[in-house]
């Protein structure tokens, strides 16, 4: 099974590799935000990412704008799309002009059509935010 460190590294070892093919010029290596942790820098050597990482200075204290998450209550930056505790996706809902969390429902509309879609509701008017409607 892989684990999700394990194929992030995979797949930035594969974009590196087809960025050297085209002839593109890859990051020089030094400190950068660490895609996979929130408040934390990791290091690029040049080619790959490794396993060296380092808490941001000063990120405790310099946090910003945030608001609890719908599904789990945790803080999360105001800007995210994704809860950085439980990965809960946020919707636009433009009946409640704001961001939200939603249920997931899926039909089964036969083989033809697709097989299974998933539709999602608002969870505070039951609007559908994202999906077909049926």
Sequence with gaps: MWSAGRLFRLVADVASIRAYRRGMSLPPA????DPEL????????GEAWTDHRVETPGAGRQQGP?????????QM?????RCPACSGQLFYCHKDQEWV?????????GVARGGTLTQSRCMKCSKVVAGPRF
């Design 38 to 45: 929130v408040d934390t820098r990791r290091y690029w050597d």
């Design 66 to 74: 945030r608001r609890p998450c719908p599904y789990c209550a945790t």
């Design 101 to 109: 969390g939603a249920h997931h429902r899926q039909k089964w509309v």
């Design 77 to 81: 930056p105001l800007s995210a799309s």
């Design 30 to 33: 030094g400190w950068y935000n």
